[in-house]
Structures are given as structure tokens and as C-alpha cells.
């Protein structure tokens, strides 16, 4: 029986394009590695799935399958939910041990072909020779336990095989970036040609998503070095914390803002932070869309007296924004210079976020996903951003402190 006709008996299900053409590759025997890079819940487990029993059951002689992945393999679940619908097939399992339908570790048919589940360590796996390799979750595994796993293929079959969204950078992600160097079939499909995924839960994940994220995770896209999020999702998630925007050093801490100015499209950004020693909490965030300065100054050196800080950073540019607020506070607003300053700016607030030193309390939702969509060279949208960036920068040499001036509230 074909894979195609194999698949619709075993799950009831038909195939889409993409994966249609996925299984015949699974099952190709010029073809011998291969690489799916789709987005999450699109059937690239399934259809691998489908394919071990194809193999097993299918194919004239006996083969030897290995499903290795860091933590529990989702083709194998798929495997033992196929044997659970195909009674028939389950009846020829020979291996004991069994936990439901299928053993953990894998099975023995009778015809002889067996399916070995491995987990964890590149240990775990050497030496095992085997015709079939499936590489789970393969942006995930290291590189050396991709390479030990090359080294067990043998037989005339002899087919290594990974799948993933490429949500992280590695072995995988190099490879499916540069398939013809290594010698790769990469197969690439997307959430959006599946069915099952729904326009409202689609729009929500464009809404809520990063660029970035939505191209790995939805379209299942490997990203360019530039295109790679400068803030790590899973590094602004350790820097969210469920507590109250106030302030928590008491005496041991300070205030310090930062203000970023724009009119239209960006916006005029004022951050305020609490610094604890090498920590940062962000306390506030106040943003002006289409006002002009002269117009919100008041409202910023107000804004300035009533938090006291130690010091107020603000962008040099536009150059007419400067001065426009001191008459309205006794501080001194420190003007950095962005040709000066902005890659020591953005560098440290990216150390910051790497090394979990920023407290966001969770209800500031904009400055989390700025965060998530920032990118290098990116000309709006990233104004929160700046001004916590510059409310955080520590120069090499540090700013004076000292208040100056008389406010002055009209």
C-alpha cells in the first residue's frame, strides 16, 4: 500500500499538500535526510508517525527505527494513538512490557521490525545501529547528540530525519538555513494552510506575537540574523514578575527616568525606574502621541518633581525639544547624544534582559510586547523601549546628580 493510501486508512484522516508531500518524501528511498521546518500543530509528528508504521508494516524487510528527542517523543504518541485506532496492527506486537498499547521504550513486530525510543542524552543513543532515524523536536537536541545519531544509520534504507519549528538557533536551524551545504531535503509548511487552525485563533497570535515569533512558530520560517529578536522571548519572560508598580529599595534605592521624544508616527516616551542595586524595576510609563512639546511640558516636569529621581536621561533628537521642559522642574535633563550613546544604550539594556536584572511588573503589557517585537534599525514602534533603555543606561562615566534650576508650574 502507498503512504498516501496508508495514511488515510490508519487515521481516517486526509493528508494536505504539504504533507502529502512530506510522506512521499518519508518514504522516498533516493531520498535520504530530511528536514521539516513547520510551523507548531501542523502534522509534521503525524505524518512521521504514519510513516514508522509504513516502514514496520509496509516495507518487505525488516527494519530498525530510532524516535530520539530530549524530553518525550510526540511522534511516539502519535504512534501508540495510531495502534490504539488499528487494533490489527497492535495484535502484532511481540515485544512484553507493555505500558497501554505499546512498551515505553519501543516495540518488536512480528515481522521484525523494531521501533527504539530514546530520550535525554547523546549516551543514551550511541551505538545503536539502525535503519531509520527521526530526530523529534530537533531544534531543541544538541548538536552532539544530532551527530552521534548520524553515525547509527546504516542498512540500504538508511534515512535521517528531522522535524521542528525553528524556534531557537542550533544544528537544526543551520542546516535547514543551508540544506544544499549538508545534503538535505527540507520540507516547510505553515499554520495557515491547515484547517484546523482557526481565523480568530490565527489573528490573535498576529496580534500578540512578535514578528519574529510568528514567523518561526506559525510559518515554521527559519530567521536571518538580522531578523532574530533582539530581546529573547524567554529571557523578557524571566524578567516579568506578578507584583505592584512601587517601589521596594526604600532608602538603598533610587529614581531615574528616561525620555524619548516624537511626534508622529513615534511617540514622546517618559519611563520611570527603581534602581536597586544592579536591578531595575520599570514603575511607570506615561507616552504623548501627536503633542507637541510645547504643549505636554508642563505635564512632563510635573511628572518629574513628583518622582524626585537622581537622574533624567533624555534623547538629543529632535533637537528643538531640547530645554523645553526645565523651566518646569529643578532637575537636570541630561541630553545623550545618539551617535555617542545609543549602541551603549541598547547593548546594556540587552545584557539586562539576558541576565533577568529588569523587574516588569506583569500589567505593562506595551512594554512587553515592544520587547518582543524590537529589532535592530526598527523606525517606530519601539519608543517604550528607548526610554526605559535610556531610564536604565549607566554611562561609562557617570552623570552628575545634582539637581538644577527652579521649577516652574504655570
Given at each position: 500500500?502507498?503512504?498516501?493510501?496508508?495514511?488515510?486508512?490508519?487515521?481516517?484522516?486526509?493528508?494536505?499538500?504539504d504533507?502529502?508531500?512530506?510522506?512521499?518524501?518519508?518514504?522516498?528511498?533516493?531520498?535520504k535526510?530530511?528536514?521539516?521546518?513547520?510551523?507548531?500543530?501542523?502534522?509534521?509528528?503525524?505524518?512521521?508517525?504514519?510513516?514508522?508504521?509504513?516502514?514496520?508494516?509496509?516495507?518487505?524487510?525488516?527494519?530498525?527505527?530510532?524516535?530520539?528527542?530530549?524530553?518525550?517523543?510526540?511522534?511516539?504518541?502519535?504512534?501508540?494513538?495510531?495502534?490504539?485506532?488499528?487494533p490489527?496492527?497492535?495484535?502484532?506486537?511481540?515485544?512484553?512490557?507493555?505500558?497501554?498499547?505499546?512498551?515505553?521504550?519501543?516495540?518488536?513486530?512480528?515481522?521484525?521490525?523494531?521501533?527504539?525510543?530514546r530520550?535525554?542524552?547523546?549516551?543514551?543513543?550511541?551505538?545503536?545501529?539502525?535503519?531509520?532515524?527521526?530526530?523529534?523536536?530537533?531544534?531543541?537536541?544538541?548538536?552532539?547528540?544530532?551527530?552521534?545519531?548520524l553515525?547509527?544509520?546504516?542498512?540500504?534504507?538508511?534515512?535521517?530525519?528531522?522535524?521542528?519549528?525553528?524556534?531557537?538557533?542550533?544544528?537544526?536551524?543551520?542546516?535547514v538555513?543551508n540544506?544544499?551545504?549538508y545534503?538535505?531535503?527540507?520540507?516547510?509548511?505553515?499554520?495557515?494552510?491547515?484547517?484546523?487552525?482557526?481565523?480568530?485563533?490565527?489573528?490573535?497570535?498576529?496580534?500578540?506575537?512578535?514578528?519574529?515569533?510568528?514567523?518561526?512558530?506559525?510559518?515554521?520560517?527559519?530567521?536571518?540574523?538580522?531578523?532574530?529578536?533582539?530581546?529573547?522571548?524567554?529571557?523578557?519572560?524571566?524578567?516579568?514578575?506578578?507584583?505592584?508598580?512601587?517601589?521596594?529599595?526604600?532608602?538603598?534605592?533610587?529614581?531615574?527616568?528616561?525620555?524619548?521624544?516624537?511626534?508622529?508616527?513615534?511617540?514622546?516616551?517618559?519611563?520611570?525606574?527603581?534602581?536597586?542595586?544592579?536591578?531595575?524595576?520599570?514603575?511607570?510609563?506615561?507616552?504623548?502621541?501627536?503633542?507637541?512639546?510645547?504643549?505636554?511640558?508642563?505635564?512632563?516636569?510635573?511628572?518629574?518633581?513628583?518622582?524626585?529621581?537622581?537622574?533624567?536621561?533624555?534623547?538629543?533628537?529632535?533637537?528643538?525639544?531640547?530645554?523645553?521642559?526645565?523651566?518646569?522642574?529643578?532637575?537636570?535633563?541630561?541630553?545623550?547624544?545618539?551617535?555617542?550613546?545609543?549602541?551603549?544604550?541598547?547593548?546594556?539594556?540587552?545584557?539586562?534582559?539576558?541576565?533577568?536584572?529588569?523587574?516588569?511588573?506583569?500589567?505593562?503589557?506595551?512594554i512587553?510586547?515592544?520587547?518582543?517585537?524590537?529589532?535592530?534599525?526598527?523606525?517606530?514602534?519601539?519608543?517604550?523601549?528607548?526610554?526605559?533603555a535610556?531610564?536604565?543606561?549607566?554611562?561609562?562615566?557617570p552623570?552628575?546628580?545634582?539637581?538644577?534650576?527652579?521649577?516652574?508650574?504655570?
Amino acid at each position: 500500500m502507498d503512504i498516501l493510501s496508508f495514511f488515510k486508512k490508519v487515521t481516517g484522516l486526509v493528508p494536505t499538500v504539504d504533507q502529502e508531500q512530506f510522506l512521499l518524501g518519508l518514504t522516498n528511498f533516493d531520498l535520504k535526510n530530511l528536514a521539516a521546518s513547520a510551523g507548531r500543530q501542523t502534522g509534521k509528528s503525524l505524518c512521521s508517525a504514519v510513516a514508522v508504521l509504513w516502514w514496520c508494516f509496509e516495507y518487505s524487510d525488516p527494519v530498525d527505527v530510532l524516535l530520539m528527542s530530549t524530553m518525550d517523543s510526540y511522534v511516539y504518541d502519535h504512534v501508540e494513538q495510531l495502534f490504539a485506532k488499528n487494533p490489527d496492527l497492535a495484535a502484532e506486537i511481540v515485544q512484553e512490557g507493555i505500558a497501554g498499547l505499546v512498551p515505553l521504550r519501543g516495540f518488536a513486530i512480528r515481522k521484525g521490525s523494531r521501533v527504539h525510543v530514546r530520550k535525554g542524552t547523546e549516551r543514551q543513543i550511541r551505538g545503536l545501529g539502525v535503519d531509520i532515524c527521526i530526530a523529534d523536536e530537533a531544534a531543541e537536541l544538541p548538536a552532539k547528540m544530532i551527530t552521534t545519531a548520524l553515525g547509527n544509520i546504516r542498512g540500504k534504507v538508511s534515512k535521517f530525519i528531522m522535524l521542528s519549528t525553528p524556534h531557537k538557533t542550533g544544528l537544526f536551524t543551520e542546516i535547514v538555513s543551508n540544506p544544499d551545504k549538508y545534503g538535505f531535503k527540507v520540507y516547510n509548511w505553515s499554520e495557515l494552510n491547515c484547517s484546523w487552525h482557526g481565523k480568530a485563533n490565527l489573528d490573535l497570535k498576529r496580534k500578540t506575537m512578535s514578528t519574529q515569533e510568528w514567523q518561526m512558530e506559525v510559518l515554521g520560517q527559519v530567521l536571518s540574523m538580522a531578523e532574530r529578536a533582539y530581546f529573547p522571548s524567554k529571557h523578557i519572560d524571566a524578567c516579568i514578575i506578578e507584583c505592584p508598580c512601587t517601589r521596594e529599595g526604600g532608602a538603598l534605592s533610587s529614581i531615574e527616568i528616561g525620555l524619548d521624544f516624537g511626534f508622529d508616527p513615534c511617540k514622546t516616551v517618559l519611563v520611570v525606574t527603581e534602581k536597586i542595586f544592579a536591578k531595575r524595576k520599570l514603575l511607570f510609563i506615561k507616552a504623548w502621541h501627536k503633542k507637541p512639546i510645547e504643549e505636554i511640558a508642563p505635564e512632563i516636569g510635573q511628572l518629574i518633581e513628583e518622582w524626585n529621581p537622581s537622574l533624567v536621561k533624555a534623547d538629543d533628537k529632535p533637537a528643538e525639544y531640547q530645554h523645553k521642559i526645565e523651566p518646569y522642574t529643578k532637575h537636570k535633563i541630561h541630553y545623550l547624544s545618539a551617535p555617542m550613546h545609543k549602541e551603549a544604550i541598547i547593548s546594556q539594556m540587552q545584557r539586562r534582559v539576558r541576565m533577568h536584572q529588569l523587574i516588569i511588573p506583569d500589567h505593562f503589557t506595551n512594554i512587553i510586547l515592544e520587547l518582543r517585537k524590537y529589532h535592530r534599525g526598527k523606525r517606530c514602534g519601539d519608543d517604550i523601549v528607548d526610554a526605559l533603555a535610556l531610564a536604565c543606561y549607566e554611562p561609562a562615566v557617570p552623570l552628575s546628580t545634582k539637581p538644577t534650576g527652579v521649577a516652574i508650574f504655570n
